[in-house]
């Protein structure tokens, strides 16, 4: 005898729900296949998106060299960094370009910075010296901007001159470490820091914990010892030049007109002044070695494909949740 399940039946419950879920299955696998099969169009798009960008940006960002006599430009603008846009790798790439080039007749490094990593600033200025110990004929000068102060003066301090604005702002030769002490806050608030450690001082710097007398003599003494050598540096960068005060090494920023008083910086001028009259080389050439379009692009473009994919993947996990 044959069963007929009518709306009523026990029977059409179960059937209905299988064939909802069956087809919420189907319509999600096919949102599923949708979704990546646009994924990989647009990263195959994004590929050669790059490399058109990657091609302009190598024949657009370097201005034509020529075979005329000119002065070597580079900039150093930012904070200086390892992680930044102002690294010694950068740097050091665009002063042996720079140097080497059979025309260039004097190099300026124009300089607009708060200084930075003095690891970084220290393999710049070492940089600046081998170069003009191998080409002894081509000149360096530091031309200032609106500052140039702490690293960024470390690196000046190698050049053969140091031209600045009456109103730069110069100096702040020393060093510091900056952090904040949380103990009392926490004291307060009855909170307990568990900080555990192999190696008795390895949690020296630590903010939450109190610091301790030998603690703070120690991380003086490191500062004493890389203070002093920001110091020998610009001694022997400047030489008989320098006009030593009490305060010069004491982290303190000067104008540029007093800076020249000081000895710490030469004359006035800027980097057409000192191209035209200096260096005798009118013609001015960037050989600063940026971030090209190719790399902006790429960064801005992995951005927004993280953003992007992070917000799909969400989307698919609500509906899955909402179908399950």
């Known amino acids: 005898m ?5 709306p009523d039946s026990p029977h059409s419950g179960w059937e209905r729900k299988t064939l909802e879920n069956l087809v919420f299955a189907t319509l999600k696998e096919q949102r599923a296949k949708r979704r990546w099969g646009i994924f990989f169009k647009l990263a195959a798009l994004a590929y050669f998106l790059i490399l058109l960008v990657m091609v302009a940006g190598w024949q657009t960002d ?3 060299i020529g075979d005329a006599r000119h002065t070597a430009l580079i900039n150093l603008q930012g904070v200086i960094d390892a992680q930044g846009e102002v690294t010694a790798e950068r740097i050091n790439a665009a002063l042996k370009s720079a140097f080497e080039n059979r025309n260039t007749a ?9 200084g930075g990593s003095p690891v970084q600033s ?3 200025y070492d940089e600046i010296r081998r170069q003009r ?11 200032v901007e ?15 001159g140091v031209y600045v604005h009456q109103s730069s702002l110069v100096g702040s030769i020393g060093v510091l470490i900056d952090s904040f002490g949380f ?5 307060k608030i009855g909170v307990e820091r568990r900080l555990m450690t192999a190696g008795e001082s390895k949690g020296f710097l630590d903010p939450f914990s109190p610091m301790k007398p030998e603690d703070k003599a120690y991380v003086e003494s490191l500062l004493a010892e890389i203070h002093q050598q920001f110091i020998d540096a610009v001694r022997a960068g400047r030489g008989a030049r320098l006009k030593e005060t009490p305060e010069m090494f004491s982290g303190l920023v000067w104008s540029g007109a007093r800076s020249v ?3 710490l910086a030469d004359a006035l001028g800027t980097a057409d002044s000192v191209a035209r009259e200096v260096i005798k080389a009118e013609k001015i050439v960037d050989f600063s070695v940026k971030e090209n379009l190719a790399e902006r692009f790429a960064k801005r473009l992995g951005a927004d494909a993280a953003t992007g994919f992070g917000q799909s993947l969400k989307e698919q996990m609500t509906q899955q949740g909402a179908l399950n």
């Open 2 to 6: 044959n069963t007929v399940n009518t």
């Open 62 to 64: 370097r201005e034509p």
């Open 106 to 114: 004097g190099v300026i490094l124009r300089i607009n910075s708060p």
């Open 122 to 124: 220290g393999i710049i």
């Open 133 to 143: 110990t191998l080409h002894p004929d081509i000149p360096l000068y530091a031309v």
């Open 146 to 160: 609106d500052i140039c102060a702490s690293g960024a003066y470390f690196v000046a301090a190698a050049a053969d």
């Open 183 to 187: 103990t009392g806050a926490m004291e």
């Open 261 to 263: 008083e000081l000895g």
